[in-house]
Nanobody
Framework: QVQLVESGGGLVQAGGSLRLSCAAS????????MGWYRQAPGKQRELVAR???????DYADSVKGRFTISRDNAKNTVYLQMNSLKPEDTAVYSC?????????????????WGQGTQVTVSS
C-alpha cells in the first residue's frame, strides 16, 4: 500500500500564496509521476500540475506562470507553490502518485490518491 499525506491548504486572499505538500510512504518500487488535481463544487476534477521522475512538468493552462510544481525524490514528496491566487482557484486539491509496487506475481503499477486539502481564495 502507498499512502499520500497532504498539507498546506487553507484560506487566503486573492493575490496571496500557498504551498501544498504531499508525502508518499509505504512499500513501493518506484514513483514515476506525482501530481496535483483539484475539484471545485459542481465541477469535474481537473489536472493542475504533474511532474515526472526525471523532472518533466505539465500544467493546466489556467495556472501556468502562477503555480510551480516540484519534487524531492529523496523524500518522495511533491510540492505545489501557488502564487497570485484567484477566487477561481478555490477547490479541494488532491495529490496523486503513479508508480510500481512488488506484487505476488512481480512488479505491477499503482495509482494512489491523498485525502484532499481545501484551498479557499477570497476576493
Amino acid at each position: 500500500q502507498v499512502q499520500l499525506v497532504e498539507s498546506g491548504g487553507g484560506l487566503v486572499q486573492a493575490g496571496g500564496s500557498l504551498r501544498l505538500s504531499c508525502a508518499a510512504s509505504g512499500s513501493f518500487l518506484s514513483i514515476d509521476a506525482m501530481g496535483w488535481y483539484r475539484q471545485a463544487p459542481g465541477k469535474q476534477r481537473e489536472l493542475v500540475a504533474r511532474i515526472m521522475g526525471g523532472g518533466t512538468t505539465d500544467y493546466a493552462d489556467s495556472v501556468k506562470g502562477r503555480f510551480t510544481i516540484s519534487r524531492d525524490n529523496a523524500k518522495n514528496t511533491v510540492y505545489l507553490q501557488m502564487n497570485s491566487l484567484k477566487p477561481e482557484d478555490t477547490a479541494v486539491y488532491s495529490c496523486n502518485a503513479d508508480g510500481r509496487v512488488l506484487g505476488a506475481w512481480g512488479a505491477r503499477t499503482f495509482s494512489s490518491w491523498g485525502q484532499g486539502t481545501q484551498v479557499t481564495v477570497s476576493s
